[in-house]
Every structure is written in structure tokens, then in C-alpha cells.
């Protein structure tokens, strides 16, 4: 079992940290993970197994997240990334490995903005860089049950909000994945203080992905069937970046890291220590 550690951070008196699993013998840099909203340090087990082998593994509880501190009043994802870069810090790798998906996605390409002499490789998942009038008008329902104490109802919008629920699209244990979504949106309206407030900040501000990258290589994945942004939204993002690459995986919708998840931890690993991925056989290929 690699080595696990817990660092606490601080930023502006507001208390979070961050999880590592050390390799003593790394073929790659650090890889630091940063998941959807609401994902704290220890939602990744799937990931964690297949990287550990080839490279320390870092996960994070941001603020907001797991048992770090709620985000300050107003505080919003320029804070949170501001914590990413803590943690960048404090890790003290010259260069990491930096994965995000979904909410994930926007921290990770900010802090690739700002630090690309510090990002060895970028992948970005699941990227949110468009809501629909049908999302927004989701959220707004999302955010009316919470506000009416009702989370149940809160738990079944959240879930059918993030999946694909065409049944003319072949996604493999649909109905499973969308009762650990919605069972996850449940837990999150009971035990997670600011989820009415990430959804109100949700609906007056939308995610930043303006601005390209250049001169860190980067790979922008998705699952075939995502209904948030569609693949061809997040293949033309992928194009604001220069010389990144767009891969989308069969069979799969925005929750393509819980749906194929063996396949994106695989993806990940060939991506990050430069091995060929684009032959793949869990990929489509339009």
C-alpha cells in the first residue's frame, strides 16, 4: 500500500487539505486530481489504484468539500483556485500531472493559465463550458426544492440533470449510476451546508474558459453521450488550446468517470507518462 499522508492547509484563515499517496519509485510527475463539485479527497478509489503504481496521487478536499471549512460568504471558484495553487505550494513537485473533471475541469484549466511552467501534462473531463436554458431552468428547480427543505425532490433534479437518459443511446447500467447520482445529491443536501449556495452561484455566473493555453499539453475527454456540454462544444474548447488533443469514450455521458471508469483511469495513465491512447478501443471515433 503506498504511503498516505494528510497536509492541512490554510488560506486566508479558511481551513482545508489535501491527500497523498506516495510512489517511491515514480515513472511520471505528481498527478493531482480535481473532481466534480462536492468531491472530496477520498472519491477517487478507482483512480487511485491504477496511477498509484507510476506516480504519487493527490486529491484534495477544497473548501466547501469533505471536512474542510465552507467557502467565505461570496466567495466563488477564484478562491478555490487560489487553494489549488496553495496546494500546489506546499506539494513542492517542480512540475505536476493536473486532472480535472466537470467543476474540476474550470479549476484545473485556471491554474493552467496561471502556472504552465508548473503543469507538466493537463486533462480536463467532462468540461462544462456551455449551460443550456434547460439546465439553468434545472438548476433553478434544483435550488427551489433546497430552499423548500426538500431533498429528495432536490436529489432526483440534480441526478437527471447530469445524466443521459436518452434510452436511444447505449450507456451500460444507466439506472445503477443514476441512483448512486442521486443517492450522492441526497447525501450532499443533508451533510454539505453550502450546496444552496454553489447552485445560486451557479445561476448568476457562468464557468470561465476564455483566455487558450499554450505550452503545456493537454487531452480533453468526455464521454460520447455528455447532454451538459455536448462533444462537439468540448472539442471546439480543446481547439482554444494549442496543440491539445480531444477524445470522447463510447458508451458513457458526463458521469463517464463512474461509467467507464477502469477505461479514464487508463486513459489517464497512458496520457501522463506519454504512451500512445488515441488507438484505444474504449474511445469513439467520429
Known amino acids: 500500500m503506498p504511503e498516505e499522508e494528510i497536509r492541512p492547509l490554510t488560506l486566508d484563515g479558511t481551513r482545508f487539505s489535501y491527500r497523498i499517496l506516495r510512489q517511491p519509485g515514480p515513472r511520471?510527475?505528481?498527478?493531482?486530481?480535481?473532481?466534480?463539485?462536492?468531491?472530496?479527497?477520498?472519491?477517487?478509489?478507482?483512480?487511485?489504484?491504477?496511477?498509484?503504481?507510476v506516480a504519487d496521487f493527490v486529491t484534495?478536499?477544497?473548501?466547501?468539500?469533505?471536512?474542510?471549512?465552507?467557502?467565505?460568504?461570496?466567495?466563488?471558484?477564484?478562491?478555490?483556485?487560489?487553494?489549488?495553487?496553495?496546494i500546489l505550494d506546499d506539494l513542492g513537485a517542480p512540475r505536476v500531472n493536473l486532472f480535472g473533471y466537470s467543476y474540476g475541469a474550470e479549476l484545473a484549466f485556471g491554474c493552467a493559465q496561471r502556472n504552465p511552467h508548473r503543469i507538466a501534462r493537463l486533462m480536463l473531463g467532462g468540461v462544462v463550458s456551455h449551460t443550456s436554458a434547460a439546465q439553468q431552468e434545472s438548476l433553478r428547480l434544483a435550488a427551489g426544492h433546497l430552499e423548500r427543505g426538500d431533498a429528495e425532490n432536490f436529489a432526483a433534479v440534480a441526478?437527471?440533470?447530469?445524466?443521459?437518459?436518452?434510452?436511444?443511446?447505449?450507456?451500460?447500467?444507466?439506472?445503477?449510476?443514476?441512483?448512486?447520482?442521486?443517492?450522492?445529491?441526497?447525501?450532499?443536501?443533508?451533510?454539505?451546508?453550502?450546496?444552496?449556495a454553489y447552485l445560486q452561484r451557479s445561476l448568476i455566473s457562468s464557468p470561465s474558459f476564455d483566455g487558450g493555453l499554450a505550452g503545456v499539453p493537454a487531452l480533453v475527454f468526455t464521454g460520447e453521450h455528455d447532454s451538459i456540454t455536448t462533444p462537439d462544444r468540448q472539442r471546439a474548447f480543446a481547439a482554444t488550446i494549442r496543440g491539445s488533443r480531444f477524445a470522447a469514450v463510447r458508451d458513457a455521458d458526463h458521469w463517464v468517470v463512474l461509467e467507464r471508469a477502469a477505461d479514464v483511469a487508463d486513459l489517464t495513465v497512458r496520457f501522463f507518462t506519454d504512451r500512445p491512447w488515441d488507438a484505444a478501443p474504449y474511445l469513439a471515433h467520429s
Open 28 to 53: 511520471t510527475e505528481p498527478v493531482v486530481v480535481l473532481g466534480g463539485g462536492f468531491q472530496g479527497c477520498r472519491g477517487w478509489p478507482h483512480m487511485e489504484d491504477r496511477i498509484t503504481p
Open 60 to 86: 484534495a478536499d477544497l473548501p466547501g468539500v469533505g471536512t474542510s471549512d465552507p467557502l467565505p460568504p461570496g466567495a466563488g471558484t477564484e478562491f478555490a483556485g487560489a487553494a489549488v495553487d496553495r
Open 159 to 196: 441526478a437527471r440533470m447530469q445524466l443521459c437518459l436518452d434510452e436511444d443511446r447505449h450507456i451500460p447500467r444507466r439506472s445503477l449510476v443514476y441512483r448512486y447520482v442521486k443517492r450522492s445529491m441526497l447525501h450532499v443536501a443533508v451533510h454539505v451546508p453550502d450546496v444552496l
